[in-house]
C-alpha cells in the first residue's frame, strides 16, 4: 500500500505574540488578510475573541494561552508550535508589559516581570524560531522594540531599557543572519492606544493622557517592514516618526529630562482617567 505524503496547508504559518488585543492583534489581523495561518499567544482570557475575530478573515487559526514570563509558558508555546508539523514563515514577537513610577517606589518584582516577559522570553523565542528558519534558508521574524529604546525614561526605568535591550538585539541579529534568507526587523512604534498606561499604571502622566497612534495603523507600517526585509520602522504618526528622527540627535540627558516631565506620576493634571 502507497502512504500518500502529508497535506501541506498552501497558506503559510504565521506566529503572534501578545495577540488578544492593540498592536499584537492588529499584526496578526495584517498576517491574516495577506493569506496567513496564525498560531497566537497572550496570557489574557482576551484572547479566544480574538481567535474568533481572526478566524473570520478565513485564516485557520490556533490560540495558545501562556504567560510567557515564565520558562514553561514559553516551552509550551513552542511545543505547540512544534506540535503543527509546519514551518514557521514569519512570526512577530510582540509580547510586553510596562510599569510607571519613581524605581524606589514600585515592587521588585514588576519589574522583574518586564525583563522576564520583554527580554527574557523575547531571546527564548527568538533561539527556537530563528534556528529553524535559518535550518530552511528562509523566514522572517518582527521584534516590538519602541521610540523609547532611544531614550532613558525616568519614571519607566526598567520598561525603557528593556525596549534598549530589544533594539540592540533585533539589530545585532539583523547583521548576524545577513545574506541567509532569514531576515529580522524591529517594530518601533511611540505611544499608541492600547491597554499599555492603564496596565502600567500611568493613566495620571502627561504621556498617558496624550493623543496616542491608531494601533492598525502601526501594525500595518511593521508588517510592511516586515515583508520588505527592513531592519527597523519607527511605525505610527508623523509626530513619531519626527520623535525618533529627532532622538537620533538629541543628547540622552536632554531626552531623560523630557521623559521625565511626561512620565512622573500627577503629571498628566488632576482627574485621572477620562
Known amino acids: 500500500m502507497t502512504i500518500p505524503d502529508p497535506v501541506v496547508p498552501d497558506r503559510p504559518l504565521a506566529v503572534v505574540t501578545g495577540a488578544s488585543s492593540g498592536i499584537g492583534y492588529e499584526l496578526a489581523r495584517q498576517f491574516a488578510r495577506h493569506g496567513y495561518d496564525l498560531l497566537v499567544n497572550a496570557e489574557d482570557d482576551r484572547l479566544s475573541t480574538a481567535a474568533d ?12 494561552r501562556a504567560d510567557l514570563r515564565d520558562r514553561s509558558g514559553v516551552e509550551a508555546l513552542c511545543a505547540a508550535i512544534t506540535a503543527t508539523g509546519r514551518p514557521v514563515a514569519a512570526a512577530a514577537l510582540n509580547a510586553g508589559i510596562g510599569r510607571g513610577g519613581a524605581f524606589l517606589d514600585t515592587d521588585v518584582d514588576d519589574e522583574v516581570d518586564i525583563v522576564d516577559l520583554n527580554v527574557t522570553a523575547t531571546v527564548r523565542l ?4 530563528l534556528r529553524g528558519m535559518a535550518a530552511r534558508g ?13 531614550t532613558p525614561g525616568p519614571f519607566q526605568a526598567v520598561y525603557n531599557a528593556s525596549k534598549s535591550f530589544l533594539q540592540s538585539f533585533a539589530e545585532a541579529l539583523g547583521g548576524e543572519l545577513k545574506d541567509t534568507g532569514v531576515t529580522v526587523t524591529s517594530l518601533m512604534p511611540g505611544p499608541t492606544e492600547t491597554d499599555f498606561f492603564r496596565r502600567a499604571d500611568m493613566t495620571d502622566t502627561r504621556i498617558g493622557r496624550q493623543d496616542k497612534d491608531d494601533p492598525a495603523l ?10 520588505a526585509g527592513k531592519g527597523k520602522v519607527v511605525a505610527g504618526s508623523a509626530k513619531t516618526k519626527a520623535q525618533g528622527l529627532v532622538s537620533k540627535v538629541v543628547p540622552d540627558r536632554l531626552k531623560a529630562g523630557a ?3 511626561v512620565a512622573e506620576p500627577g503629571s498628566g493634571g488632576d482627574g485621572g482617567e477620562d
Not at 527568538?126 to 524560531?129: C, F, G, I, Q, T
Not at 528562509?138 to 532611544?150: C, D, K, N, Q, W
Not at 502601526?218 to 515583508?227: H, I, N, P, S
Request: no cysteine; charged share 20%; aromatic share 4%.
Open 53 to 64: 475575530r481572526l478566524r473570520a478573515t478565513g485564516a485557520s487559526v490556533q490560540a495558545v
Open 126 to 129: 527568538a533561539k527556537y524560531l
Open 218 to 227: 502601526v501594525a500595518r507600517q511593521g508588517f510592511d517592514a516586515l515583508l
Open 259 to 261: 521623559h521625565r516631565r
Open 138 to 150: 528562509e523566514g522572517r521574524l518582527l521584534i516590538t522594540s519602541s521610540v523609547a529604546s532611544m
